[in-house]
């Protein structure tokens, strides 16, 4: 897909009549030519393509004809986004600018009245640097307005700027973190994440002591689930993730001004619950996320909702309602078709999961089959870490429906391309597991001796004693279920009892030692 289609495929229909209406009205001649290639970008249609080329006799004047309406689509877009925004950011913005003008032509008062408007506004949500334009503006306009003292914003504005000054700070340490997370996930690389953490929070003075906002807030709890799904151990930063959560909540008034960060927030704090094993508080913090999305005409329904029915979905499934779990991954995928691919992705995964724990191979396999990009592929699109469960869960399919040829090729070509990294993460417990499976597909019987079912019984102990994380224990469950020869999904919900203490009581002194939250 080209830029031109991509942008054409972010319109509704309502906007492409506006497009092709702002066209005709910029076209001098009949002949331009933009409007015909636009509608040909629906179906991609090469024949009108050829016939552009025909009449225009030579390739370079195509060129030229599509850079233009490129050029023109990017023009109307950015028109179109200023104009429809009505957010409290843009109208702020707005005043500073027309404030400008007035100053231009000499309208003073009205001029410092919009500042004063725009400035209240700013300080509701916590806009650190459109309030340092207005100081800024105030200040260079303070000659104008000698009733007001100008020490008064020369303080307002120092103030403001260390806010802001720490904001900067805390964006490019959570852009070089974002970097080294990507690094991570999509090229394999070897990371001490930990160290990169404490190296970025000294270089950049991040301290969560000073001014957290739902921003701030949001972009640390995302480094932090970041860094607890690659150790595969929630527990260490629930306690951080919770009194972080309760700092933030005093601030009753912004949380609807900051709406898309407090429910990113929500959706983390629900996810480190689940991941823990605390399905009843994970639903609660869903409750609470359900509610916020349908806030401001459900605003941001469409962006969260498949990340919801995925925690909803999950935590069903391990509360024991496997069947109410499956209806609800299964609608999620039926009516969010548009959605964002990788939560599709997510979804229909943790339903292939789903389906192996009712043995309802056949209804796996077709969605198997839906996830049918290359390994390469997904590890570019979901991740190093997605990628590997994705083999992992193909293996047990293929192993389960007793396609014995196709699963231990899939064996082969794991081991051929993750074993190598798998060692270096200091992942040896999934080449331990892939070892069993890949024994049990060669010889089945295997699985009846005392020996075999002794080893796998001192691996899930093992596995028990080391960071829990309930995906994994998912895994375990596939094996533990057939050496005691019982349903994977009630051996699943046995497994929870004693995988998960009654309390997660550790804390990561990387988060909580010296940034204690009030």
């Not at 019982?486 to 009654?502: D, H, Q, S, V």
Request: proline residues 1%.
């Amino acid at each position: 897909m080209n830029a031109l289609q991509e942008i054409a495929n972010m319109m509704n229909e309502t906007e492409k009549k506006a497009f092709k209406q702002y066209l005709s009205k910029k076209n001098k001649r009949k002949d331009t030519g933009n409007i015909a290639l636009f509608d040909s970008l629906k179906t991609d249609d090469i024949k009108h393509k050829k016939s552009v080329l025909k009449n225009k006799k030579n390739i370079d004047a195509y060129h030229a004809l599509r850079k233009r309406l490129y050029d023109n689509m990017i023009d109307f877009m950015a028109n179109r986004s200023f104009e429809n925004d009505n957010s409290q950011e843009n109208a702020t913005l707005r005043l500073i600018v027309v404030s400008r003008l007035f100053f231009e032509h000499k309208l003073i008062k009205t001029a410092f009245k919009c500042l004063a408007k725009a400035e209240e506004t700013a300080l509701n949500i916590e806009h650190f640097s459109l309030l340092n334009e207005i100081y800024l503006t105030q200040i260079q306009f303070a000659h104008f307005n000698l009733s007001d003292p100008i020490e008064k914003t020369i303080e307002k504005f120092k103030i403001n700027k260390k806010q802001l000054e720490y904001e900067e700070q805390l964006n490019l340490g959570y852009a070089v973190l974002r970097r080294e997370l990507a690094g991570i996930y999509h090229e394999g690389r070897i990371v001490d994440f930990q160290a990169v953490i404490k190296n970025t929070i000294e270089t950049h003075g991040i301290s969560l002591k000073q001014g957290l906002t739902f921003k701030s807030l949001y972009q640390i709890l995302f480094i932090a689930n970041e860094y607890a799904s690659i150790n595969n151990n929630y527990s260490l930063i629930q306690s951080f993730v919770i009194k972080s959560y309760r700092f933030i909540s005093k601030k009753t008034d912004l949380k609807d001004r900051h709406l898309y960060y407090h429910i990113y927030i929500l959706y983390f704090i629900a996810n480190f619950y689940f991941r823990n094993g605390h399905f009843t508080k994970s639903m609660n913090y869903l409750d609470l996320m359900f509610t916020e999305l349908q806030k401001q005409s459900g605003k941001y329904y469409q962006r969260f909702c498949l990340r919801y029915f995925l925690l909803l979905a999950f935590n069903e499934n391990y509360l024991g309602h496997s069947q109410k779990a499956i209806e609800i991954a299964e609608k999620a995928l039926s009516s969010n078709k548009k959605a964002d691919p990788n939560d599709s992705n997510d979804i229909r995964l943790m339903l292939i999961v789903f389906y192996i724990q009712q043995d309802a191979g056949r209804n796996a396999v077709k969605e198997m089959i839906k996830l049918n990009h290359t390994d390469s592929w997904y590890e570019k699109k979901m991740g190093m870490d997605w990628t590997i469960k994705k083999c992992l869960v193909e293996i047990l399919l293929h192993t389960q429906q007793e396609n014995t040829e196709l699963a231990l090729s899939r064996i082969k070509s794991f081991k051929r391309r993750y074993k190598k990294y798998l060692l270096t993460v200091n992942e040896e417990r999934v080449m331990q597991y892939l070892l069993f499976i890949e024994q049990y597909v060669m010889k089945p019987e295997i699985i009846q001796t005392q020996k075999f079912q002794q080893e796998i019984e001192d691996f899930i102990i093992n596995a028990q004693n080391g960071p829990k994380d309930i995906l994994i224990m998912s895994f375990l469950s596939w094996l533990l279920a057939k050496v005691r020869r019982k349903g994977i999904y009630e051996t699943t919900l046995n497994l929870l009892t004693t995988y998960f203490p009654a309390t997660n009581s550790n804390d990561s002194t990387l988060f909580t030692k010296s940034q204690d939250l009030q």
